[in-house]
């Protein structure tokens, strides 16, 4: 697996009458195999720079780069299609789609055939601890907790080396942010991926690798 790299970004949202450095001068190498937590207050930068690293965006100013390459010299939907999963604070499930086929839609566009895709996203659901009942249903119909287990299914299923959380435990009670916490120290530790999670949650921060503080944005501590 590969590093992911920030070296030296800087992002500045340009509106029309003003603009703002949301992102200053961030540098910071993140490795498989750990759970990496970054802290910070509402608009100290953190949301900007997942998204940088989701490579939804490119910096207005240094890189970002992966295997090597910076995120404004690739394909960006395949660089998120092929290595990048993100998991979402409101979980962006498809209310369409049943728990199972929301678990197996990253394999369904790799034309896993349907079978085969359907088995593995059984698989992944039931590490999360849904039970097969609850894959047969739609993801309105069961608890904010159970939402982001399947939203961490989905993860799962993708194979990405890079899995992005942006506050994934901030609808949850107690014991559902444990279980989350557990599975994201998991995804890191047992199966060697790179888990980046934004949160203002102290509970996740103790069990991270590395915590990464910011402020005003730009990296004022790390531990």
């Known amino acids: 697996m ?7 970004i800087t992002y500045i949202y340009k509106g029309k009458y003003q603009s703002v450095k949301a992102l200053k001068e961030f540098s910071f190498r993140f490795i498989p195999g750990k759970f990496y937590a970054i802290l910070g207050a509402s608009g100290s930068g953190k ?9 939804l965006d490119v910096p207005t100013e240094g890189i970002v780069s992966f295997d090597g390459l910076s995120t404004k010299d690739i394909d960006r939907d ?20 049943t728990v199972m086929e929301n ?10 055939p349907k079978k085969e895709a359907d088995a593995i996203a059984v698989s992944n659901l039931k590490k999360v601890g849904i039970t097969e009942e609850q894959m047969k249903r739609f993801p309105k119909t069961l608890s904010g907790g159970e939402q982001q287990r399947i939203a961490i299914a989905r993860a799962l ?26 599975i ?12 980046i999670v934004v949160t203002h949650d102290l509970d996740v921060a103790q069990e991270a690798d590395v915590v990464l503080k910011m402020s005003d944005g730009k990296l004022v501590d790390q531990r």
């Open 157 to 182: 299923a993708s194979g990405s080396e890079i899995i992005l959380a942006d506050e994934p435990t901030g609808n949850l009670d107690t014991k559902n942010t444990e279980n989350v916490i557990k």
């Open 103 to 112: 678990a197996a839609y990253p394999l369904y566009i790799h034309n896993v």
């Open 47 to 55: 949301t900007t720079l997942l998204s940088l690293l989701a490579g």
């Open 2 to 8: 590969n590093d992911l790299i920030a070296d030296n």
């Open 78 to 97: 395949e660089y998120r299609m092929e290595h990048v999963s993100v998991i979402y604070q409101n979980y962006n499930l498809f209310a369409h789609l």
């Open 184 to 195: 994201l120290h998991s995804l890191a530790k047992d199966d060697g991926r790179c888990v």
